[in-house]
């Protein structure tokens, strides 16, 4: 009896022992081996996927030629990316249509963030070309003897760069760095006004990219914002500062400041029949209405009047009289800025950003204090119409020929006409019968 129970103690034992040794095999293969932290250098256990997670974004490209759409009696057509696409200038020439944008797009019509330029021809798009890194300075573009041109600035060196009527680059030229710079066709010479480290200048660019340098540069912080071939040298209406100079420049006696318009900002310039010579009338904002003052072929002011208490205006000419609209109102001036005739209007006009004039096809773009553009169009001079309105308040550029209206700018908006965009806001360029 006694060494039964012996036997049976001894089987206890043995079973414990063995439930002990099992779950330790258990433990260590459940939460050491395949590690819970314990050992960084154990594996991991292996998940399913989780059904929230997504598969790299493979960027989509779009193939060209492009056709543009018809919409609404319009055709649109547009470029771009995912991104925001900015229109900083256009050219409108027989061939081709070329809008010059800002990019921070890497797909759609974009290989990454720079500046491109986008070519229409034959009713499609047919090359979108980056031509620059997206900081470089962009100092606008020209029609030019050798082709289409645009100036830039990178690292303190400047280029301007051809562009052939297919949208490839056909060659370059090397200019001084700039911080801003303005370009003006004088025969089939470029003439460039390009400022750097407080000093205007002005370069040539002959036809076969030949670059000339003026040995005249003018001191100051100027920035051209408008110029004119007229008489024998080149009238510009620069900013500096909160002022407004009038400059006469010529190779051969340089930069002349005839004329300084303090606290001004400048907005417009028309061209006006002289009683012995052209002349111009500008548009400038003041704090107690809008400067208008006609500017002779050598600078000088001829006269000179303000519109009391309006703030914002466009500016259309006949040749012989002055017509500044804005918002309640047209004010008529005759060539010495005598008020001729003044009629009530129910129009509203916000900021002028684009101002386009043929004969009586009358244009203006204006932006209210929410950033939305409204585009206006008369067809006999005095009734004015909504054409389209966007979301944005940048660059605009009309140009009328051949019976059309071509208009370039940048939307964000994806309603209506603009249900083709990308994403962000894309350059537009739409074209209007008439």
């Given at each position: 009896m006694q060494r039964q129970k012996t036997i049976a103690k001894w089987l206890v034992i043995i079973l414990l022992c063995t439930v002990a040794v099992g779950a330790y095999i258990m433990y260590d293969a459940l939460y050491v081996t395949k590690g819970s932290g314990a050992d960084a250098g154990d594996a991991q256990p292996v998940l399913p996927p989780s059904s929230d997670e997504q598969p790299p974004h493979e960027p989509v490209f779009?193939?060209?030629?492009?056709?543009?759409?018809?919409?609404?009696?319009?055709?649109?057509?547009?470029?771009?990316?995912?991104?925001?696409?900015?229109?900083?200038?256009?050219?409108?020439?027989?061939?081709?249509?070329?809008?010059?944008?800002?990019?921070?797009?890497?797909?759609?019509?974009?290989?990454?963030?720079?500046l491109y330029v986008a070519v229409w021809k034959d009713d499609a798009l047919i090359a979108v070309t980056r031509f620059a890194e997206k900081d470089s300075v962009f100092g606008g573009g020209k029609l030019t003897a050798d082709g289409v041109a645009t100036l830039i600035s990178e690292g303190g060196e400047g280029s301007l760069v051809v562009f052939d009527a297919e949208g490839s680059e056909k060659g370059r030229c090397a200019l001084p760095g700039f911080t801003s710079a303005f370009t003006l066709l004088n025969g089939n010479a470029l003439t460039v006004f390009s400022a750097e480290d407080g000093k205007l200048g002005c370069h040539t660019v002959e036809k076969g990219l030949t670059v000339t340098h003026s040995p005249f540069f003018l001191s100051g912080k100027y920035e051209v914002a408008e110029g004119v071939v007229i008489g024998e040298g080149i009238l510009l209406f620069a900013r500096e500062g909160e002022d407004v100079a009038v400059i006469r420049f010529s190779h051969k006696d340089g930069f002349n400041v005839v004329k300084r318009y303090e606290n001004c900002v400048f907005r417009q310039i028309v061209p006006l029949a002289g009683e012995d010579a052209p002349?111009?009338?500008?548009?400038?904002?003041?704090?107690?209405?809008?400067?208008?003052?006609?500017?002779?072929?050598?600078?000088?002011?001829?006269?000179?009047?303000?519109?009391?208490?309006?703030?914002?205006?466009?500016?259309?000419?006949?040749?012989?009289?002055?017509?500044?609209?804005?918002?309640?109102?047209?004010?008529?001036?005759?060539?010495?800025?005598?008020?001729?005739?003044?009629?009530?209007?129910?129009?509203?006009?916000?900021?002028?950003?684009?101002?386009?004039?043929?004969?009586?096809?009358?244009?203006?773009?204006?932006?209210?204090?929410?950033?939305?553009?409204?585009?206006?169009?008369?067809?006999?001079?005095?009734?004015?119409?909504?054409?389209?309105?966007?979301?944005?308040?940048?660059?605009?550029?009309?140009?009328?020929?051949?019976?059309?209206?071509?208009?370039?700018?940048?939307?964000?908006?994806?309603?209506?006409?603009?249900?083709?965009?990308?994403?962000?806001?894309?350059?537009?360029?739409?074209?209007?019968?008439?």
């Open positions: 779009t193939e060209l030629p492009r056709p543009t759409q018809n919409f609404a009696g319009m055709q649109v057509a547009h470029t771009g990316g995912e991104g925001d696409d900015i229109l900083l200038d256009a050219v409108f020439t027989s061939e081709a249509t070329y809008l010059f944008f800002s990019s921070s797009s890497a797909e759609y019509d974009c290989r990454g963030a720079g002349a111009l009338c500008m548009l400038a904002e003041r704090q107690d209405g809008m400067l208008l003052a006609v500017i002779g072929s050598t600078g000088a002011e001829e006269a000179s009047t303000v519109a009391d208490g309006v703030s914002e205006g466009a500016l259309f000419a006949d040749g012989v009289s002055v017509t500044l609209l804005h918002s309640g109102g047209a004010n008529t001036y005759c060539r010495h800025l005598d008020l001729i005739a003044s009629a009530p209007s129910a129009l509203s006009v916000g900021r002028v950003i684009e101002v386009a004039q043929q004969d009586d096809l009358r244009l203006f773009a204006s932006c209210d204090d929410d950033g939305r553009t409204t585009v206006m169009l008369s067809e006999n001079g005095t009734d004015f119409s909504p054409l389209l309105a966007y979301d944005g308040d940048g660059r605009v550029m009309a140009r009328f020929a051949d019976g059309e209206l071509l208009l370039a700018f940048s939307t964000s908006s994806s309603d209506g006409i603009y249900f083709e965009s990308f994403g962000g806001a894309d350059a537009y360029f739409v074209t209007a019968p008439l």
